[in-house]
């Protein structure tokens, strides 16, 4: 339960109440309570935690509202355990007024106790009506998409995510009556892309279990998703982006599916989308899985991938920074993934500004990345990375508490470009490069 921020006024039962006799009095607080008395307080205000609570329900030592309140001989009231443990510390004052206590008896406050359960059951009856609702609302739509086609089915879609994506409850009630099955069986090599959408935009909300997997792994079904990836909205092809993902984390797609060209263009095409984080996200999660399958690396290479990663670096934030780079590495595992990063002009400077400056693993892969380029070529490419200010980095690589294997890839590194500068030019080069960064 969050912190209780009291509010300056009162409000109605939608909101905040801070004084208790008008409450009582505009018949807010009472009422309802004797079939409500079944219900339990504490279980109540657990499902409720998000709802706010009217202050004077609120103790003033922890801040949440009062289970079982009683009232000290100053006329504040608290929780009970939590005025039992300041007494316990040695403290007979009252914790608001600061008055010394001529009494430290505490008298339950059953009137109170009565209001705030009366208060909690009424909001708790009323969500629960609503999730009712919800849940029946759910039942009748899946039982229209049973009988209807075109726009209308469209339309029965869209209401059934936009409840799905809003309430558990919906997506419990969906699970228990087949409506995964239901619903997936509207994919296929027929379908139209609004339906298509609507249906992958619900069942991206499940958790997907071996049979759910087998089902949706048929070909038609994952080439609709990939077609969508490439031709739908950016939440379509985020959704399906992550929707494949799912898929492979439970079972490995066939080979053909994973290298498919269409796929791995519609993944770049979503990761260039600067505009949209979670796209970028979803995009470059999707290519780190399918990079390690047989002949997906070599096919990321020919569409022009590695430019496209390389001019990305420098707008990523951490998460998709380490992704990125975790994909670069192992395109340089390959004799045409190096070529691509050899050529790529930015690959070197940009390679170089990571090390050190996002986090250990970020520097590794990096260093991973230049080690293979300049291996390729060191009289060409090692000079490149000195001048763009590598061996100072090495320096801070190998000083730092960066691990064993690291700091001995970074002098190996670091020695390989020394070899193609006399030692007092490369020196120089080093200070030179400290001095301005």
């Avoid at 003033?60 to 079982?68: F, G, H, N, T, V």
């Avoid at 969906?174 to 239901?182: I, K, Q, R, S, V």
């Avoid at 770049?268 to 899985?289: E, F, I, P």
């Avoid at 490149?384 to 590194?413: H, T, Y």
């Amino acid at each position: 339960m969050p912190m209780y921020q009291p509010c300056s006024r009162r409000r109605d039962s939608g909101g905040l109440v801070l004084d208790l006799e008008a409450a009582v009095k505009d018949g807010i607080l009472g009422g309802g309570a004797t079939a409500g008395e079944k219900l339990d307080l504490k279980k109540m205000i657990e499902e409720l935690d998000s709802v706010e609570v009217p202050s004077v329900f609120i103790c003033p030592i922890s801040l949440e509202p009062m289970l079982d309140p009683v009232t000290l001989c100053t006329g504040q009231t608290y929780e009970r355990s939590n005025i039992l443990k300041w007494f316990s510390l040695g403290h007979f004052i009252c914790p608001t007024t600061m008055q010394d206590l001529w009494d430290d008896s505490v008298t339950p406050n059953k009137t109170l106790h009565h209001l705030i359960h009366s208060w909690f059951s009424q909001k708790y009856l009323a969500m629960k009506k609503r999730s009712g609702d919800v849940q029946g609302r759910a039942l009748e739509l899946l039982e229209t998409l049973k009988k209807v086609k075109g726009q209308a089915r469209v339309q029965a879609l869209q209401e059934l995510r936009q409840i799905v994506s809003a309430h558990d409850s919906a997506k419990k009630t969906l699970a228990e009556n087949n409506g995964f099955c239901l619903i997936s069986s509207l994919l296929g090599r027929f379908t139209t892309h609004a339906v298509g959408s609507e249906a992958i935009g619900i069942l991206v909300n499940f958790d997907l279990n071996s049979e759910s997997i087998t089902n949706l792994m048929q070909p038609a079904k994952v080439s609709l998703m990939v077609d969508m990836l490439n031709e739908g909205s950016i939440e379509t092809k985020i959704n399906c982006t992550k929707l494949i993902e799912m898929l492979m984390v439970g079972k490995d797609f066939e080979s053909e599916i994973v290298s498919s060209l269409s796929l791995l263009v519609g993944l770049l095409r979503l990761v260039k989308d600067k505009r949209h984080v979670n796209g970028v996200l979803a995009g470059l999660r999707l290519l780190k899985m399918v990079v390690s399958h047989e002949g997906v690396a070599n096919s990321i290479v020919s569409i022009g991938g590695v430019p496209q990663l390389v001019e990305l670096l420098p707008n990523l934030n951490a998460e998709c920074l380490e992704l990125a780079l975790y994909i670069l590495e192992a395109l340089s595992n390959l004799p045409e993934g190096r070529l691509a990063l050899k050529d790529c002009p930015k690959t070197i400077a940009n390679m170089v500004k990571l090390l050190m400056k996002v986090s250990e693993n970020c520097t590794q892969l990096a260093l991973s990345i230049l080690w293979a380029i300049c291996a390729l070529a060191p009289e060409e490419y090692a000079p490149i990375a000195v001048d763009a200010g590598v061996a100072a980095k090495l320096l801070l690589v190998i000083q730092s508490g960066c691990n064993a294997v690291l700091k001995q890839r970074a002098a190996e590194l670091l020695k390989l470009c020394s070899l193609h500068y006399t030692a007092t030019i490369f020196i120089s080069k080093c200070k030179l490069i400290r001095t301005l960064q």
